[in-house]
């Protein structure tokens, strides 16, 4: 396992690369060219900027979230092809910088999704949180400006405002996809990839849905372990993997973590590790990453990757926004260091022997 954190890149993320460094056990970050949108090709030498500015810093790039995937491959639309050959050629590029781990999502429409980026808690910290009644209320059109108005003017990964600006046309884009087609459009682009995966040695890591149901009634096809299952098993290939994010898979109290780590075994290359308090059905908040302040065994987690032999990045997840610390939501330095080590201590106990 090599512990890292996310790192949003220049000019996009308030944390530096020289505190990051600071946080004991961290050799890596995960990152992306952030300003890149879904369906251009990444330019090498922007690639191999970032990295030399990461390994300058003493750092290394451990894997990419994410590269994003082009609405015409989700829906496939006429183009589908052709912006699958970009996907393919960012993918070499990606190879060339020395990267082989990259993570993706394939959601519609919004790559995640929040009633609430400031949700107060007793002790005076935030954090971000999500009520399902909320989201009955409002319009999907109005939902980038309500999750923007709260965002501390940070730009959100998947919010990204020229993609937000035409939310009524990916609905539209949306309207007559089913999860039986979505998932065979997944299966298109990942039997598409596969050759390229295997040439260059890239391990694809698929983000499950945030949060694990369906959202204004659009297609959901990553929010279990039946579909986790399907999905490796259809594309049987070890590069076909699986980024495992147990705050996203944990908002529903019906998903058993540590099970569905154990029957993933050798798909997980790349862990997010949170925590997440069920405050009811279909009402959440994210929590510190300490078991006893959410709702997940953290311990039973982190032994069960343990256990399948994981050896990919695993980076804290979404942490609560302390210390009057400004930034992205869910990404501030603080809470995120406070949890990458207390994970580091469940590590190095399992590594010892612990029972
Ligand atoms: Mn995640």
């Not at 923007?148 to 009524?168: C, D, F, I, T, Y």
Request: glycine share 8%.
């Amino acid at each position: 396992m090599e512990m890292t954190m996310r790192w949003f890149g220049p000019g996009f993320d308030p944390v530096t690369l020289d505190k990051i460094r600071q946080v004991p056990a961290v050799t890596g970050v995960i990152t992306t060219l952030y300003g890149v949108p879904p369906g251009e090709e990444w330019k090498k030498e922007d690639l191999l900027a970032l990295k030399k500015e990461v390994e300058d810093n003493g750092l290394r790039i451990a894997g990419i979230e994410s590269v994003n995937i082009h609405d015409s491959i989700k829906t496939a639309s006429p183009e589908r092809d052709k912006y699958i050959e970009k996907y393919i050629n960012t993918l070499k590029v990606v190879s060339q910088a020395g990267i082989n781990l990259v993570c993706y999502n394939f959601m519609a429409v919004f790559d995640w999704t929040r009633s609430d980026l400031a949700k107060p808690r007793p002790d005076g910290a935030n954090v971000m949180a999500y009520q399902q009644k909320f989201i009955d209320e409002i319009n999907p059109d109005t939902m980038f400006d309500v999750i923007s108005a709260k965002s501390q003017g940070h730009v959100l990964p998947g919010w990204e405002p020229e993609r937000m600006a035409k939310v009524k046309e990916l609905f539209e884009l949306y309207k007559n996809i089913d999860d039986k087609t979505l998932f065979a459009n997944l299966e298109y682009f990942l039997k598409a990839i596969m050759p390229t995966c295997e040439k260059y040695g890239i391990l694809m890591a698929i983000h499950p849905d945030d949060p694990a149901w369906p959202v204004f009634g659009l297609p959901r096809i990553v929010k279990n372990k039946e579909d986790l299952q399907r999905l490796v098993k259809t594309v049987d290939n070890p590069h076909n993997g699986v980024t495992l994010c147990t705050g996203s898979l944990g908002s529903s109290p019906s998903n058993d973590i540590p099970d569905i780590i154990r029957s993933l075994k050798g798909r997980i290359h790349f862990a997010h590790v949170r925590n997440v308090k069920h405050n009811g059905p279909g009402d959440f908040e994210e929590s510190a990453h300490l078991s006893s302040d959410g709702s997940l065994d953290m311990y039973a987690i982190m032994k069960s990757l343990y256990d399948i032999g994981f050896d990919g990045p695993l980076r804290p997840d979404h942490g609560r926004c302390i210390w009057g610390e400004t930034s992205m939501p869910g990404y501030g330095l603080y809470d995120r260091a406070i949890g990458l080590s207390y994970l580091s201590g469940i590590w190095e106990a399992l590594q010892k022997g612990g029972k």
